[in-house]
Every structure is written in C-alpha cells, then in structure tokens.
C-alpha cells in the first residue's frame, strides 16, 4: 500500500491512485500513532501532525483542533479523494469510542463502508449521549452572558461559516468529530466552500476549544443531515458496525 505522506499531489502516479478507503489522523507530536500501521497495514493513512511544520503532512496553523486537518485533507485531496474517508483522532483508546475498552481500532475494523457510501455521512459513534437529542440551542443561548461556552457563540459562527442556511431551534449529533464520509458527499459542496470554512477557522478570534467545538457540531450539516442528527443507536450499531442486527 503506498505511503499517502510521500507522495506528491501534482505527480502522475499519485492522481493515478484510485483509493477506495483513506484513513485521516489528526494529530500532535507527542502522540503515538503507529497503531495505525501495526493493525490497519491495508488502510492507506494520511497523518497530520498539525504542531510540526516539518512533518510530511501538517497544516497552515495549528488551530481549531481536528478541524484545522479536516478541512486541510479536504482542500488539499478535493480532486483525488478516496471513495470513502475516514476522520478520527490520534489516540487509540478514547472514553468517546464505542464498542469494548473504547478502542479506535475495533471501530474501523467493524466499519461497514457499503454503508457510508449510501448515508453519505456517519458518525463513529452510536452511543446518542453526549450531543443527543439537543447539544445546542442556538436561538435561544445566543447573546448570553459571558463566559463564552458553544452554546452563547455558536448561532453567531454558524451563520458566519453556513451563511444561507437558517440556524435551527436544536443542533444536535453525537460526539466527538470522528466520522466517515463518501467521495460523492464531500463533493456536493466545492472545493472554495471548504476553503471558506478554513479561513473563518484561521482568522476566528474564538479558543481552539470553542471553534473546534462549532464544527463538531456542524459536520453532520456541512454534508448534509439535518441539523438534530441522532439516528437510533441500535440501528446505528447495526448499519454502521455491522453489530447487532436483528434477523427477520
């Protein structure tokens, strides 16, 4: 499987790669991520080490948390994307990862990619607690007091980063910004819109945890699901992992 770091974009070789499956890492320096190529050989990973410039794949600024990578895969892969990506963090084992110990690993090993190619977007996580049924209310926190939280700021940057599209009465998704999108998905919006989003991303004055937080909550919108995403978690389990499913 060729190593996605050394490649060049703009070679020949590179566009020729027609990648069903890409595994996106966002990551720092301190952290390990050779479980990566230990378990998943076959996946082709591309592993951002977004606070070293010096690192084969990085970012403009290290911002915005898993956002800032997202958003750089996205623009930078617009044109030879995988049929179906995959987003998650660094760390193997996570208290937000369903399924046993709370290991990344068995969730990509479970994923069913049939499935994200016909929903278009799934989160990786089932469990509807945190961010379901409500983990915003936009209108209605909007203007409170100080201090700042997602709640009070985020009706103000949603319309700055979705503009044109009416900000809900509830925004709510599971936690915690690892999702799988298809080829297809990403591409229904351009590739200016994602460089839009980056640029709100690199010039918002709100803390890396309040900015990242807006688009953890806004993934599901950006690629199209209603704004209250919380599908029912034993179907979830069933359709995205392959768990559970009951026999009729």
Request: net charge negative.
């Amino acid at each position: 499987m060729p190593d996605i770091a050394t490649l060049n974009p703009n070679s020949t070789p590179y566009k020729a790669i027609e990648l069903g499956l890409e595994l996106v890492v966002a990551s720092l320096k301190s952290e390990n991520t050779s479980w990566v190529h230990e378990y998943l050989p076959d996946w082709p990973a591309s592993i951002y080490v977004v606070d070293d410039p010096d690192a084969p794949l990085t970012v403009p600024k290290n911002k915005g948390n898993e956002a800032m990578v997202y958003l750089t895969h996205l623009i930078d892969r617009y044109d030879t994307l995988a049929s179906s990506t995959v987003f998650v963090h660094a760390q193997r084992f996570a208290w937000h990862n369903d399924g046993p110990n709370h290991d990344t690993l068995v969730t990509l090993q479970h994923l069913q990619t049939p499935y994200v190619q016909a929903s278009g977007y799934v989160n990786l996580r089932c469990s509807l607690f945190p961010g379901c049924p409500a983990a915003v209310r936009p209108n209605q926190d909007a203007g409170k007091m100080t201090p700042p939280t997602n709640s009070n700021i985020f009706k103000a940057a949603f319309q700055q980063i979705l503009p044109g599209i009416p900000v809900s009465e509830a925004v709510a998704a599971t936690c915690c910004a690892q999702f799988a999108v298809s080829r297809e998905t990403v591409r229904s919006r351009s590739r200016e819109d994602y460089v839009r989003l980056r640029e709100w991303l690199l010039n918002t004055e709100l803390d890396d945890s309040l900015s990242g937080r807006v688009f953890e909550y806004t993934w599901h919108i950006i690629f199209g699901k209603a704004a209250v995403y919380c599908p029912d978690a034993g179907e979830c389990y069933c359709k995205v992992f392959g768990i559970g499913c009951r026999r009729s």
